[in-house]
């Protein structure tokens, strides 16, 4: 996981960024030269250099997404008059090349954002305003003055976000989190406030993403500016293009800790966000994950800044796998070939997640609600009698289905995995009911699993009636007095009669509000004979002939 440092000279390094692909971090190491300017690609660690003439003192700041071209600052003796100094100019280097000019004269500066494909730059230094490799130098009137940065770009280049510094205390570090479009050089700001910056941006160029004390992500359009969603509590370092997503440190116990966050989850730490979403349980020794500076495209692979037991600083990279029963393949795989259930359609097994044998497919169709109308974030639909969603049909009462990720602050329920769940609610048409029917085999046996919650504005507790084939159970709900209620999980076994079975959930007559369902399973959970050892349905000589040939102490 640490990607150790350079040989030579004293520990530390940094991974300051990672491509989109997950292949290439970069970043800094400490090494018998200085400071260098890093890549970390296929488990090695790689000196990009710096220029000529100067003390050894380079960083690599931003990556393309396949890794071949990365941006950051060098060093390099500037004489002036009869003396020469260090200057710390921007650059750029390139997979085949190496290091160069990044372009756009800086005496001191640094490129701090390149597009996915490594073609367009940008510059941002001692010149007051920054410069774009595809448009040259920026121009600061577009912004009415004060010095201007650019610190992300959207994927074609051509719409860019940074800060202003504020325009009557140049030094104090005020800014504005501003949106431009080369183009015409034309500006929008979110608002004015102390230490607000824009360093990241969604990859068509329509968001982007502020921290400090306005926290949050932003959307333009041509109504305006208009916050979507919420990031405090996080301090980020990077993002998924789609914003959903990001990384980055929190405080906790006055220690900074590598953390996330996601649209469904807010702010977590990554240790607790890995076990609760891969179900791995990071070992990570007397290492300390202390900031997540990058996450890549697919969301599987996360790097950023450490500390090893020696206290000394180290860059890290961490590439996950869904293999939740550990068997060597890829739980993808599996889901594709119906073996596991992904009822989220997250590509995670399901009940692995949930921490349970993975017994078989998932005979529920639409088990997670995911299918249907879509439904605005923190949103819902009533669905009476005789309606349906996916696969379930309402029969009896009312079923309020609905787009809730745990982010939503209204409610007083969340789904549990993906973003919507149901209610069913009892009104004078009976208790609310769905119902679907299910293939099965007789005589083969069956395990029901779902999540409940529950809606407790009118009621101290709630129950739902669940029912399958020959079976049926209640399950019970006390309000733990909170408004917004946990989930437990619930299931029940039975014996198939037919070859199509009724999957059934009802409210037990509450009104107005009740039980919350989320993530429904139906497996085989068949117990086949064990003394037939090599599964051809009968036990034969065959089967004694592999025992005698395995006779003996077990390995």
């Known amino acids: 996981m640490s990607i150790g440092h350079l040989p030579g000279g004293s520990a530390g390094s940094d991974v300051t960024a990672l491509s989109r692909d997950g292949s290439t971090a970069v970043g800094w190491s400490k090494s018998a030269a200085g400071t260098e300017a890093i890549r970390f690609k296929n488990g090695v660690l790689q000196s ?5 003439g100067g003390d050894t003192n380079s960083r690599a700041i931003c990556v393309s997404a396949d890794g071949n071209a990365i941006g950051g600052q060098g060093c390099v003796w500037r004489y002036v008059g009869t003396y020469s100094t260090n200057t710390y100019p921007p650059l750029i280097w390139r997979e085949g090349v190496g290091i160069q000019g990044s372009g756009g004269y800086a005496v001191n500066g640094e490129v701090r954002a390149i597009t996915p494909d490594g073609t367009t730059w940008a510059v941002s230094g001692d010149r007051g305003c920054p410069w774009l490799s595809n448009a040259g130098w920026v121009g600061n009137e577009f912004i009415n003055g004060g010095n201007t940065d650019i610190r992300a770009l959207s994927d074609d280049g051509f719409t860019c976000f940074g800060g202003r510094m504020d325009i009557g205390n140049p030094y104090k570090g005020n800014e504005t989190c501003t ?3 080369v183009d015409g050089f034309s500006g929008t700001r979110v608002a004015s406030g102390s230490n607000l910056e824009c360093s990241y941006c969604s990859s068509d160029g329509s968001c982007g993403v502020s921290s400090g004390g306005r926290e949050g992500v932003y959307q333009w359009s041509a109504s305006g500016v208009s916050l979507i969603a919420g990031t405090a509590g996080i301090s980020v370092r ?11 440190s929190i405080q906790a116990a006055a220690t900074s800790r590598a953390a996330i966050w996601t649209r469904q989850s807010g702010v977590v730490t990554l240790e607790n966000y890995i076990h609760s979403t891969f179900g791995t349980l990071l070992d990570l020794g007397s290492f300390s994950l202390t900031c997540c500076n990058g996450i890549s495209g697919n969301g599987l692979v996360f790097a950023g800044s450490g500390v090893n037991g020696a206290g000394q600083q180290e860059g890290w990279v961490l590439q996950v796998v869904y293999d939740w029963n550990d068997n060597g393949i890829d739980d993808a795989q599996e889901i594709r070939e119906g073996l596991i259930a992904d009822i989220n359609r997250d590509g995670i ?3 692995y997640q949930s921490g349970i044998d993975c017994p078989g497919p ?9 299918a249907g109308n879509a439904l605005g974030d923190c949103t819902s639909e009533l669905l009476t009698a005789g309606t349906s969603t996916g696969a379930w049909q309402v029969v009896l009462g009312v079923a309020e289905r609905a787009n809730r ?8 329920w969340a789904a549990e995995f993906g973003a919507y769940a149901i209610e069913l609610r009892s009104t004078g048409g009976g208790p609310g009911t769905i119902r679907q029917a299910i293939t099965a085999e007789p005589g083969r ?6 999540w409940m919650s529950a809606n407790c504005s009118n009621g101290s507790s709630v129950s739902v009636r669940a029912s399958a084939g020959n079976s049926s159970k209640i399950f019970n709900r006390t309000c733990d007095g909170t408004g917004r209620q946990s989930w437990l999980r619930c299931e029940f076994d039975f014996v198939a009669v037919l070859t199509t079975e009724l999957l059934e959930f009802a409210s037990e007559n509450q009104p107005f509000s009740g039980p919350v369902i989320d993530a429904i399973s139906v497996s085989d959970v068949t117990v086949g004979c064990p003394s037939d050892l090599d599964g051809n349905g009968q036990v034969d000589t065959a089967d004694i002939g ?5 006779f003996g102490p077990c390995e």
Request: net charge negative.
């Open 405 to 412: 990720p745990k982010t939503c602050s209204s409610g007083g």
């Open 362 to 370: 998932n005979l529920a169709a639409n088990p997670g609600f995911e």
């Open 349 to 351: 097994a399901d009940c």
């Open 445 to 450: 046996h069956y395990r029901v699993s779902f």
């Open 179 to 181: 949106r431009f479009v």
């Open 546 to 550: 592999l025992l005698l040939l395995n």
């Open 238 to 248: 990077g993002v998924s293009p789609d914003l959903k997503t990001m990384t980055g």
């Open 48 to 52: 990009l250099g710096d220029f000529e």
